[in-house]
Nanobody, 122 residues
Framework: QVQLVESGGGLVQAGGSLRLSCAAS????????MGWFRQAPGKEREFVAF????????YYADSVKGRFTISRENAKNTVYLQMNSLKPEDTAVYYC???????????????WGQGTQVTVSS
């Protein structure tokens, strides 16, 4: 079965950086769009960023634009999320997802990872 495994989360001070990774297996990775979503306690899951199968197009939520960068290495079946200038409001569980099309809607993605916690202290 398809597996998406996130890593790289942790505790960081405001203004710091983290790089999340998501390794895919049992998936023809290079044919899937990849997305990052996050969910804070008591809140709904929200879109963060997506990247098309080729990496040619990326798109970001307004809240992270200019601070986060999504990228992928198809040869390594891995997608990344570089997070800079982190803010306390970025605290959430971050999930990667794989889907046939790149959208901002969680319900269009077919596969999900288990999530990795990111905590930003003030």
């Amino acid at each position: 079965q398809v597996q998406l495994v996130e890593s790289g989360g942790g505790l960081v001070q405001a203004g710091g950086s983290l790089r999340l990774s998501c390794a895919a297996s049992r998936l023809t990775f290079s044919t899937y769009a990849m997305g990052w979503f996050r969910q804070a306690p008591g809140k709904e899951r929200e879109f963060v960023a997506f990247i098309t199968w080729s990496g040619a197009r990326t798109y970001y939520a307004d809240s992270v634009k200019g601070r986060f960068t999504i990228s992928r290495e198809n040869a390594k079946n891995t997608v990344y999320l570089q997070m800079n200038s982190l803010k306390p409001e970025d605290t959430a569980v971050y999930y990667c997802s794989a889907g046939n099309i790149a959208t901002i809607h969680a319900n269009t993605y077919n596969y999900w990872g288990q999530g990795t916690q990111v905590t930003v202290s003030s």
